[in-house]
């Protein structure tokens, strides 16, 4: 079942599930907050970028600090030129009850202009910040937005999982690389 604004309220009267937690929506900008049946989370203003590729140099997967990346931070806009990505995190520290989890969505407003806001599922009992792979796939320029609205998380009320998220990002305070 998809949570609503009331159902989502209550959820966090109860665990404590975003923090900071905005009540309403704020429209200023690329929104955030609460939504009639979502939550709309920001990214912070610090950003991992990967150094320029060099022949015969690959990401992996399964060790991503293996690469060079590059750290900036800003409050301001920035330009996330076409067919590249940044790294980036959440505002919002995030700790999902035994029975919800949650999956998030791009803004609108950003896949209107061909970037996309990846983040995986949010398990039961996952906490941390999020790390979020903002990627261009159109053919111009974008302008990116720190400490705005990024993603919508949806929330969904499961039956209590056997064991809960358990996962080598359990816990993760900022931009957490692939270990």
């Not at 665990?15 to 049946?37: A, I, M, N, Q």
Request: glycine share 8%.
């Amino acid at each position: 079942m998809l949570l609503n604004d009331k159902q989502i309220k209550e959820m966090q009267e109860l665990h404590g599930v975003l923090t900071p937690f905005v009540d309403h929506k704020v429209k200023e900008g690329l929104s955030y907050g609460l939504g009639c049946h979502g939550y709309d989370i920001r990214i912070d203003k610090e950003f991992l970028i990967p150094k320029k590729p060099k022949k015969g140099v690959f990401l992996d997967p399964k060790n991503s600090q293996s690469f060079g990346w590059n750290k900036f931070e800003t409050e301001e806009r920035f330009i996330l030129y076409p067919k590249t990505f940044v790294l980036a995190k959440s505002v919002e520290y995030i700790k999902m009850p035994q029975d919800v989890m949650a999956i998030a969505l791009t803004k609108s407003t950003y896949a209107r202009v061909g970037v996309f806001a990846n983040i995986t599922p949010l398990d039961a009992m996952w906490r941390g910040i999020l790390t979020i792979e903002i990627a261009n796939l159109g053919a111009h320029p974008v302008y990116i937005y720190p400490m705005e609205g990024i993603a919508q998380l949806l929330f969904f009320k499961i039956d209590k999982p056997e064991k809960g998220y358990d996962g080598k990002y359990q816990g993760q305070s900022g931009i957490t690389l692939a270990k």
